[in-house]
């Protein structure tokens, strides 16, 4: 067998033999026919992954809009539960959608940046606590969040009092909480990253004349910058659906991000009515989230596997 | 102040340090102009902080913002500097919640210190002085503030037509420039204050126990929407017997249970309760008090049911799928494999109400194509199915990805391997990738555990926790441990914020002793260099 086999990424299940000698290989013909069974058993798979979705744009688009009347198969197509949705003054669709955009992007840039900044720091100096800093982050990263929802509640509450702007029912509060565990977050992601380009640049700049700063913004940072467009887009998906903090904070209406909305939508005796209009709002709300994921679904596997597989 | 300059952690000089060269001008002025907001910002924050009383915290933020000022207006301290923002924000914003969580896990769950509960008493309990002036009144909170929630403000006409404003802390003058009366004298208008209306006067609630104080023992309380009188509170404190006492009736009311009762248990006891601190009543209480117990330990189970249960599934689908998928001779993988990642790509909060109302008993979509009539949500096992039928299909494409980037880096070589020793597919499937295969993704199925043990939204959108038995209305079926907390804290008429951040704090116990087999597992911590 050859070496080459090594490198097929794709690489062969326990039946299939290796690329370079599979062309004449009896073991191929004797079983060609697998591959249909494959694609069968794909299609039941697709099914499955699927048929929620379709209900959701068929609910979407369905006339009469109620939960009883939505089906699988649409029968007819009609826009008046996007109409409604953004025709309502009790449900302010755009303004949620406004909310959860701009929360998301909040964080989202705030725990990249300042995760690019600790990550610079772990990376590139040698200083007193530098081990012990990084072990703390990982270890604080075991207590989740959301178990101190209790004392975030209780904090902000009194923040309200203090500075309204940052306090319960702001966007720009949620935003500051998400902040929280900016450094923590990303780090080692990023850090691993930033090992990977070469100090010698970096000594390079240096012995050109360049500040540490200097060489942080315009040359770590552009050097990076994939990494940081991925963990961006990981930390703003995240950010967009989060939903304990955002349902606690935000209890004003016009305050609520498109989650907290979509569920008071949900319950209580009218989500039979309202369906269409959720499903036209759940529709509108996934299709950015769903158009990033495909855009980094790469480097979100890569990120995903490259700590475990070594 | 030269201690503070020492807080942040002296580094170990790096060979930049001495000779770094200067900077550009616009960078110089940038920095100093940063740092000139902070310290503006941090100023407008202390005469706020100082207004409501938080002494503490603005010793905190004159520490913060020395620590600001010492590393970055010095060369010095370079890691500082890169690290500063994303410190302060860490231990304010996370590890100061967690300090509070524990705190409060040792607390009753109140919010107010008895100062303040005893003060509200006696401002609530203000009754007309006899031929005290009655004032014109107009409700406003300041501008810019939310109606609902900002804090309030009488704007008030004397008899004398003087134009007072008070709040909670005490009356002043209100200047006469910009303020529109009406001929009775009511304002109607006022620089710096929006003026509510009836209609949000009506939903402040707080407006009942709100009173302005004018000296001792007495304050100004509004009757109806636009008269407010001088009155007397008929409820004093005694400090040296603990006590209130109400002057009219001559009723003694003596502390118990952070709250005052009348002495000789007639009547009623106030409502208000304050903070006290209880040990380890809270943990005591869920360990053994007979309902909560029993309750805890069923979620508890379930708990770790649904954690477990929803691994193992997503993950011998996903691993079925990748294997299916896994062979070279088949076309389109890579559309097979874009939208069968479509269910983990959609926000949770979507899927969950998506499933919900295809979960409707009478015209969900599952009922309708199975021909079924299970009441998914309203049946405790039903509900259980309903929930992991859900994490599948949310949490398999994550499953499917991971497994397939963990069978793309099993070298050809092992299986060559096992196939000229003779083994067939199943063997080597069994023996040869699937050992490979956990060992690559053990750790992400801890994580992954870990993950689902606090999976709030799933539960909460789905079931709400529920459904819940007759015989006890505060556990529901299918509730985790964090959905109970979350209930414990957050609904109902006397939220226990005492006994939900105990909750939490057994639920990072747990989720931390389980997660220490996935470190130990996982080279990270030798890693650092």
């Known amino acids: 067998m050859s070496t080459e086999s090594t490198s097929v990424t794709d690489a062969p299940s326990a039946v299939s033999p290796p690329r370079s000698t599979s062309a004449k290989n009896p073991a191929r013909r004797r079983s060609g026919g697998s591959v249909w069974w494959r694609h069968g058993l794909g299609i039941v798979a697709l099914i499955w992954a699927l048929f929620p979705i379709l209900f959701l744009i068929s609910a979407a688009f369905n006339p009469a809009g109620t939960l009883n009347s939505a089906e699988l198969i649409p029968k007819s197509f009609s826009l008046t539960n996007f109409d409604t949705l953004f025709n309502d003054p009790a449900r302010p669709f755009t303004t949620w959608f406004k909310n959860s955009m701009l929360v998301a992007f909040i964080g989202a840039s705030g725990q990249v940046f300042i995760g690019a900044c600790a990550a610079y720091a772990f990376s590139r100096m040698r200083f007193k606590g530098r081990r012990a800093g990084l072990l703390s982050l990982l270890l604080l990263q075991m207590f989740p969040a959301v178990l101190t929802f209790v004392a975030l509640y209780l904090m902000f509450a009194k923040i309200s009092d203090i500075v309204p702007a940052f306090g319960l029912n702001t966007v720009l509060g949620l935003g500051l909480v998400y902040l929280g565990g900016a450094m923590g977050a990303n780090v080692w992601l990023l850090k691993g990253y930033f090992d990977t380009v070469p100090r010698e640049l970096d000594e390079a700049a240096k012995v050109d004349g360049a500040s540490h700063a200097r060489i942080f913004f315009t040359m770590i940072l552009r050097l990076t910058m994939p990494i940081l467009v991925t963990t961006f887009m990981i930390s703003f998906i995240g950010l967009f659906s989060e939903f304990l903090l955002a349902s606690i904070f935000l209890q004003d209406v016009n305050s609520q991000t498109v989650g907290v909305g979509l569920y008071s939508m949900s319950i209580g005796n009218e989500a039979n009515r309202l369906f269409g209009q959720f499903a036209a709002g759940a529709l509108l709300c996934s299709i950015p989230v769903v158009a990033i994921y495909l855009a980094v679904q790469k480097q979100i596997v890569g990120g995903l596997t490259t700590g475990s597989v070594k | 102040m030269s201690q503070a300059t020492k807080t942040p952690p002296a580094p170990v000089s790096s060979p930049a340090d001495h000779d770094s060269p200067k900077p550009p001008l616009w960078a110089v002025i940038v920095k100093w102009a940063a740092l000139a907001l902070v310290v503006i910002a941090a100023f ?10 938080y002494t503490l915290y603005i010793v905190i933020l004159a520490f913060v913002v020395m620590a600001v000022l010492a590393v970055y207006s010095t060369r010095r301290n370079i890691p500082m500097k890169y690290l500063l923002p994303g410190l302060i924000l860490l231990l304010g914003l996370q590890v100061w919640p967690i300090i509070m969580t524990v705190s409060t896990a040792f607390t009753n769950g109140q919010t107010i210190t008895k100062s303040e509960t005893i003060a509200a008493i006696e401002r609530n309990s203000v009754q007309e002085v006899q031929g005290s002036p009655r004032y014109n009144l107009s409700i406003a909170v300041k501008e810019g503030d939310d109606v609902a929630t900002g804090k309030l403000f009488f704007l008030l006409t004397g008899p004398d037509g003087a134009l007072k404003v008070g709040d909670e802390k005490g009356l002043s003058d209100l200047p006469a420039d910009g303020v529109v009366k009406t001929d009775s004298g009511k304002i109607t208008k006022a620089p710096g204050y929006t003026i509510l209306n009836a209609r949000q006067v009506n939903d402040r609630k707080d407006l009942a126990t709100f009173a302005v104080p004018t000296g001792d023992g007495t304050g100004i309380k509004a009757v109806g929407l636009s008269a407010a009188f001088e009155g007397r509170a008929t409820i004093t404190y005694d400090e040296a017997s603990d006590t209130l006492k109400n002057t009219v009736t001559g009723q003694v009311y003596v502390v118990k ?3 005052f009762v009348p002495k000789d248990g007639q009547g009623q006891a106030f409502p208000q309760k304050w903070k006290e601190n209880v040990g380890f009543k809270n943990f005591q209480t869920i360990l053994t008090d007979a309902s909560i117990r029993a309750g805890f330990l069923k979620i508890f189970s379930w708990n770790l049911a649904f954690a477990a249960l929803s691994v193992i599934t997503t993950f011998i689908l996903g691993m079925l799928l990748a294997l299916l998928f896994n062979d ?3 076309k389109g993988k890579g559309f097979y494999r874009a939208l069968l990642v479509l269910p983990y790509a959609i926000p949770t909060f979507v899927t969950s109400l998506l499933w919900k109302s295809m979960f409707n008993q009478d015209y969900g979509l599952i009922n309708s194509l199975t021909h079924l009539d299970v009441d998914w949500l309203g049946n405790a096992w039903a509900a259980k199915a309903a929930i992991l ?17 963990a069978l793309q880096s099993i070298p050809s070589d092992v299986r060559e391997a096992a196939k000229i020793d003779g083994a067939g597919p199943a063997r ?20 992954s555990f870990a993950f689902n043990f606090n999976n709030f939204s799933l539960i909460y959108l789905l079931t709400g926790g529920g459904p819940f038995d007759s015989s006890n209305t505060s556990i529901g079926n299918t509730d985790l441990l964090i959905t109970y907390a979350f209930r414990l804290a957050f609904s109902g008429t006397s939220p226990n914020y005492g006994l939900a951040a105990a909750v939490s704090i057994l639920i990072f116990f747990i989720v931390a002793i ?3 087999a996935g470190f130990r597992r996982t080279a990270a911590l030798e890693e650092v260099n």
């Open chain 2, 44 to 53: 407008y924050l202390a005469t706020r902080l100082a207004d409501e009383g």
């Open chain 2, 389 to 405: 039928i859900t994490n599948l299909w949310l949490g398999f494409p994550y499953m499917f990805l991971i497994t397939t980037g």
């Open chain 2, 257 to 259: 249970d952070a709250r």
């Open chain 2, 328 to 330: 070279e001779r088949l």
């Open chain 2, 428 to 447: 080597t499937l069994r023996s040869i990738i699937m050992p490979l295969l956990l060992v690559a993704v053990g750790p992400l199925l801890i994580a």
């Open chain 2, 514 to 516: 389980m997660s220490y």
